[in-house]
């Protein structure tokens, strides 16, 4: 037990003294053995290294309550002589820690059952390049800008894609004397919050249908009038969204939708958990969008996102993985100003929390600060977005270091997007190298658990190739991509989302490498599964047809190509609004063509609508602002050319 100078008297202290007395019963055992029952334990709700285990007893800093109630659990059944009962322990240990970590004493109720917001890691697997730049103008002016990329939700920071309460910490006795029939639900509580850890450790199915099912049967002999029953309802609805997010079944995401809207409806608006269970109504709607394209969930899910992160009272842990998710659907509509602002607090709010408590705090930050340098890369502020990417690696490479089984999946997609970053300031053999590693690291955690990291294996494989792309090498990017699609097919389906995306990008690649013969088919193929897969007006179709429709100009199949390119276009505009980047591509493109088939006047009043609207989303400096300049004047200059052409005629 450290003295009073090391750690003065107050609640901190009173909390490590509670756990070396938990300590002592156990007999002392060594940090590392510590651990490694902690580690060997499938069913309890967190981890700690052996680094943390010496912290906690040392009282430097307060843990992640998940991680502390399995160093409690542990400790408890090693006592050697008169064993405690487990439950009144947690409920005691709990309550210091909430003490210390700046909360209000718990009254008994050792956790709330409200999961944090499903606060999902923008992991960056793109579509090929679709936007074009004028081809015959000068040297600036055919830089291409890339179309944003399609960013998949991926595994993220320890306890962040869906941080569920502890709930086999145990209920004080006392305040459920009254309802027999809810004893027997917190049975349904532990047996959920088993399942949920080992769904969290391994990625099996099974093992998350398992949970799903504890999950119902607590929901189900919850008192209606009970306090944690909205949250109970969240949970289960976040654990059908996730099992939809793994087999793309939209009846899973239609039922926690309604259990979300059941769960907001329920609480109480004055309960710090409600904002928390706002937002994750919003990020299921986000993705029943994202599924079909239907705008008007977007809108819906952005007003309730805006409604959580405005909404109070908000504990300070859970307010930036709000904020979070509200700067990604900001974004999806072009609101820009409002979406980096949203991703700025959240890393200013974890970048303090992380200052006081850095074991419980700095995974967040990493996480907060890979979405950010997504973000500010999307608005052509690279040089920012890498050093947001190269601290989120260096955070995770240092947390790696400590407990790789926990950390190194983050650290593979902190990799991959940091590859990314560099391409984007040009620094290729720095980016292959960060893509490379990511791929190594995933190829590794696919061996031992293929369920929980083939996907996320062939999204770094993708974000490889693309590094091959931009740096030149067309031979090995394309390998790349044919692999990659194969190993979708073979581990998502042929007809999920990311194969498809797999397929558009392996066309990409032959019409780079000027393969147009195999490029048109394999995008004319993948524009009819996805119109299929996920409807006409899903943006992942959106974006096929538009990359079909470059692919068709430049074939000098000009006329398709621009019929396609209207409609896109159209549709664009239509479901994403038209300040959003996916429009304003598409707009460049027609605006292109049209000076291609001999319309230079229109093709330059096109662009000079194109520069005023870009300058006021993107900015005047963005690269996209910077091409449209350059082929808005090339374009004029042709209208100029032709004029003085006439005149002498």
């Not at 590392?32 to 285990?53: K, N, Y």
């Not at 850890?197 to 099974?206: D, H, I, M, V």
């Not at 096929?544 to 199949?557: C, F, P, W």
């Given at each position: 037990?450290?003295?009073e100078?090391?750690?003065p ?8 003294a509670a756990?070396?007395?938990l ?7 060594a ?15 967190g981890?700690?290294?052996h680094e943390?285990v010496?912290a906690?007893?040392r009282?430097?800093?307060?843990p992640r ?6 160093l409690?659990?542990?400790l408890?059944e090693q006592q ?5 009962d487990?439950?009144?322990v947690v ?7 909430r ?15 409200a ?7 923008q ?7 679709a936007e074009?730049?004028q081809p ?16 998949r ?10 941080d ?11 305040l459920w004397r ?11 509580r532990?047996q959920a ?14 093992d998350?249908?398992?949970a799903?099912s504890?999950f119902q049967?607590?929901a ?16 289960l609805?976040g654990?059908l ?10 009846a ?12 907001a409806?329920?609480?109480s608006?004055?309960?710090?958990r ?13 993705a029943?969008f994202e599924?079909t394209?239907?705008r ?5 899910a952005?007003?309730?996102?805006e409604r959580?992160a ?5 504990e ?5 993985a709000?904020?979070?998710?509200l700067?990604?659907?900001l ?19 974890r ?5 006081t ?8 930050l990493?996480?907060?600060l890979?979405?950010?340098g ?9 040089e920012?977005a890498?050093a ?5 690696v ?11 089984d926990?950390y190194?999946p983050d650290?593979a ?8 970053r560099?391409?984007?300031?040009g ?16 190829q590794q ?5 293929p ?23 067309l031979?090995?990017?394309t390998?790349?991509y ?30 780079s490498?000027g ?6 088919p ?21 974006n096929?047809g ?11 199949r ?5 019929t396609?390119?209207?409609?896109v276009?159209?549709?664009f505009?239509?479901?994403l609004g ?8 598409a ?6 063509w049209r ?5 230079a ?9 194109l520069?005023a609207?870009r300058e006021?989303?993107?900015g005047?400096?963005?690269p ?5 300049r350059?082929?808005l004047?090339?374009w ?5 050319g ?5 005149s002498t005629?």
């Amino acid at each position: 037990m450290p003295d009073e100078q090391q750690l003065p008297p107050g609640p901190r202290r009173d909390l490590a003294a509670a756990l070396h007395d938990l300590y002592a019963l156990a007999g002392k055992p060594a940090a590392r053995t510590i651990s490694a029952w902690i580690r060997d334990q499938d069913d309890l709700p967190g981890t700690l290294s052996h680094e943390g285990v010496s912290a906690v007893l040392r009282g430097s800093g307060t843990p992640r309550w998940a991680n502390l109630e399995s160093l409690v659990r542990v400790l408890v059944e090693q006592q050697r002589v008169g064993k405690a009962d487990i439950d009144i322990v947690v409920t005691r240990i709990h309550t210091l820690w909430r003490i210390a970590d700046g909360g209000p004493p718990s009254a008994g109720e050792p956790s709330p059952a409200a999961p944090d917001p499903q606060e999902t890691e923008q992991y960056e697997e793109t579509v090929s390049d679709a936007e074009t730049s004028q081809p015959g103008a000068a040297p600036a002016a055919r830089a291409t800008s890339q179309l944003p990329g399609r960013h998949r939700k991926a595994r993220s920071s320890d306890g962040n894609t869906l941080d569920w309460a502890p709930w086999n910490s145990g209920i004080d006795k006392r305040l459920w004397r009254s309802s027999r029939k809810w004893g027997a639900s917190m049975t349904s509580r532990d047996q959920a919050s088993s399942a949920w850890a080992r769904f969290k450790r391994t990625g099996s199915l099974a093992d998350l249908d398992a949970a799903i099912s504890a999950f119902q049967a607590a929901a189900q002999t919850a008192p209606l009038d009970h306090l944690d029953r909205a949250a109970i309802l969240s949970n289960l609805s976040g654990a059908l969204r996730t099992r939809f997010e793994r087999t793309g079944s939209l009846a899973d995401l239609d039922q926690a939708i309604a259990l979300a809207e059941q769960a907001a409806g329920e609480g109480s608006t004055d309960n710090s958990r409600h904002p928390a269970i706002l937002s994750n109504l919003s990020g299921a709607l986000r993705a029943r969008f994202e599924r079909t394209g239907n705008r008007s969930d977007l809108d819906r899910a952005i007003a309730l996102a805006e409604r959580a992160a405005s909404e109070g009272p908000i504990e300070a842990s859970r307010h930036p993985a709000i904020l979070s998710n509200l700067a990604t659907m900001l974004s999806e509509v072009g609101r820009w100003e409002e979406a980096l602002a949203a991703a700025e607090e959240a890393v200013h709010i974890r970048r303090q929390l992380a200052e006081t408590n850095p074991d419980a705090y700095e995974p967040d930050l990493a996480l907060s600060l890979s979405n950010l340098g997504t973000m500010l890369s999307e608005v052509g502020r690279w040089e920012e977005a890498l050093a947001a990417a190269e601290e989120a690696v260096h955070i995770r490479r240092q947390l790696a270091e400590t407990n790789p089984d926990a950390y190194e999946p983050d650290l593979a997609l902190s990799l991959s997007n940091l590859g990314n970053r560099m391409s984007e300031v040009g620094r290729w053999e720095e980016a292959l190298a960060a893509a490379e590693e990511a791929v190594h690291i995933h190829q590794q955690l696919a061996e031992t658990n293929p369920d929980a990291y083939a996907p996320d294996l062939t999204a770094s494989q993708s974000n490889l190739a693309r590094a091959y792309l931009a740096a030149g090498d067309l031979y090995r990017a394309t390998q790349l991509y044919e692999r990659t699609l194969v190993d979708s097919e073979r581990v998502l389906g042929p007809n999920h989302p990311d194969t498809l995306i797999s397929r558009n990008n392996l066309a990409g690649a032959y019409e780079s490498a000027g393969d147009l013969g195999r490029a048109i088919p394999l995008y004319e193929r993948t524009l009819v599964d996805f119109e299929r897969v996920l409807g006409p007006n899903h943006p992942d179709t959106l974006n096929a047809g538009g990359s079909l429709a470059v692919s068709y100009a430049q074939a000098g199949r000009i006329d398709e190509a621009i019929t396609l390119l209207e409609r896109v276009t159209a549709d664009f505009e239509r479901v994403l609004g038209p300040d959003h980047p996916h429009t304003l591509s598409a707009r460049n493109n027609l605006a292109l063509w049209r000076g291609e088939v001999g319309d230079a006047a229109g093709a330059a009043a096109a662009f000079a609508d194109l520069l005023a609207d870009r300058e006021r989303v993107l900015g005047p400096e963005h690269p996209d602002t910077l091409t449209t300049r350059e082929n808005l004047a090339h374009w004029r200059e042709q209208v100029r050319g032709a004029a003085v052409h006439q005149s002498t005629d």
